[in-house]
């Protein structure tokens, strides 16, 4: 049976949700709807993949995964537009270190993040920043 991409985005869930402990407040593996007044949340999504199949290795698959990064832009407790840039820039760099210290591991034999962008989303009347990095996962032979 072929690897499954929930194993992998699975494992990229819980490897941010150990590293980004005390800097966001959840890193979930699907989707954010409502982050019901969390800030900053993390969510990793399924985003694709491609199963290469190699003549004495079998199939590699590379999965493409979504990494989203959703923080408050601002609140009434003096939270400012500011201090989302900041609280944005900071979740960033932190899950680049992440994705950097940990390229290859027992799970993956490499772990790509391509060029990010950022969104001014609206979820239930608040205004959010939203940034998505683009993951490229590549496993051993299945």
């Known amino acids: 049976m072929a690897t499954s991409r929930e194993t992998a985005r699975d494992a990229l869930t819980t490897l941010l949700s150990s590293g980004l402990s005390g800097t966001v ?15 900053p949340v993390v969510g990793v999504l399924s985003a694709g993949s491609v199963r290469e199949r ?16 959703l923080v408050l832009a601002e609140d009434a407790t003096g939270y400012t ?27 993956w ?4 993040p391509g060029r990010s962008d950022v969104f001014d989303v609206s979820i239930g009347g608040h205004a959010y920043l939203l940034e998505v990095i683009p993951v490229a996962m590549k496993l051993a032979k299945s």
């Open 25 to 39: 407040q959840s890193v979930v593996g699907h989707r954010i709807s409502d982050p019901a007044g969390q800030t």
């Open 54 to 69: 190699f003549t004495f290795q079998g199939t590699v698959p590379t999965f493409y995964l979504s990494i989203q990064i």
């Open 109 to 112: 034999s490499a772990l790509q």
């Open 81 to 107: 537009e500011a201090d989302a840039e900041d609280k944005l820039d900071t979740v960033e760099a932190a899950i680049a270190g992440i994705l950097e210290s940990n390229w290859s591991t027992s799970n």
